[in-house]
């Protein structure tokens, strides 16, 4: 079953702009995860950030981790055409430690 | 490093058929996983192997779905027989030790179901 939900579901946005997308869960997790994934190479790891974690950088992306509201964001900064790709979340649950995802957020950077 | 390799990366069969899809993990991670993605929808988790042992299979359809992974390394994922609804990508992913590790996906099968 999926219980992480992409909002919004699709993003459209100039290049160089800020890009934001959301996560929310339902259940208790140790870690949550963002993947991206395009045409050209396939599923990719970005960044895991763990439930004792509030936020985590990675070159432009930041990630944002409330463990009380149940949901994490994802900041794209200075965007680029390389970064139009569908991005996913996936949480680690406490319960099963199985990787769960949503639906993803399909992100279109126009040049 | 070398990545997650799958093969093959296209398949079309028709539907009653049988396929298998083949899976090498990258050199030294415990934990191997097999998803079904459907175009517009994120992976569905369908085996996820520690070793070669099966720490989760609930949504594998069981009557036509079968997996193996011997000797903890490779694994293959087969359907028989096959429905016009496994028409869908195939993704392998391994990581050190379970779900508190980032997985590393193979390109993936894209298995057409006619």
């Given at each position: ?27 208790s997790i140790n ?62 649950d406490v319960s ?16 | ?114």
């Amino acid at each position: 079953s999926q219980q992480g939900e992409e909002d919004p579901q699709a993003l459209s946005i100039q290049e160089g702009e800020n890009a934001t997308m959301n996560c929310s869960y339902k259940t208790s997790i140790n870690n949550l995860q963002w993947y991206r994934q395009n045409s050209g190479r396939g599923l990719v790891h970005l960044i895991l950030i763990r439930s004792n974690e509030r936020e985590k950088h990675s070159g432009r992306l930041r990630v944002t981790l409330d463990t009380s509201k149940k949901s994490s964001s994802l900041l794209i900064t200075a965007s680029r055409a390389a970064d139009t790709a569908s991005y996913f979340c996936a949480t680690d649950d406490v319960s099963n430690y199985q990787l769960i995802w949503g639906a993803g957020t399909k992100l279109i950077i126009k040049p | 490093e070398a990545g997650v390799a799958q093969s093959p990366r296209y398949k079309i069969i028709e539907k009653r058929q049988s396929v298998a899809f083949w899976c090498n993990p990258i050199s030294g991670h415990a934990t191997l996983y097999w998803y079904q993605q459907i175009l517009g929808q994120g992976p569905k988790l369908l085996i996820q192997f520690q070793n070669n042992g099966v720490v989760d299979d609930s949504q594998l359809p069981k009557d036509r779905f079968s997996a193996e992974r011997l000797k903890g390394v490779d694994s293959t994922l087969k359907i028989q027989p096959a429905k016009l609804e496994d028409s869908a990508v195939y993704l392998c992913a391994s990581s050190l030790a379970g779900a508190a590790y980032e997985q590393y996906f193979g390109p993936g099968t894209r298995l057409t179901v006619t």
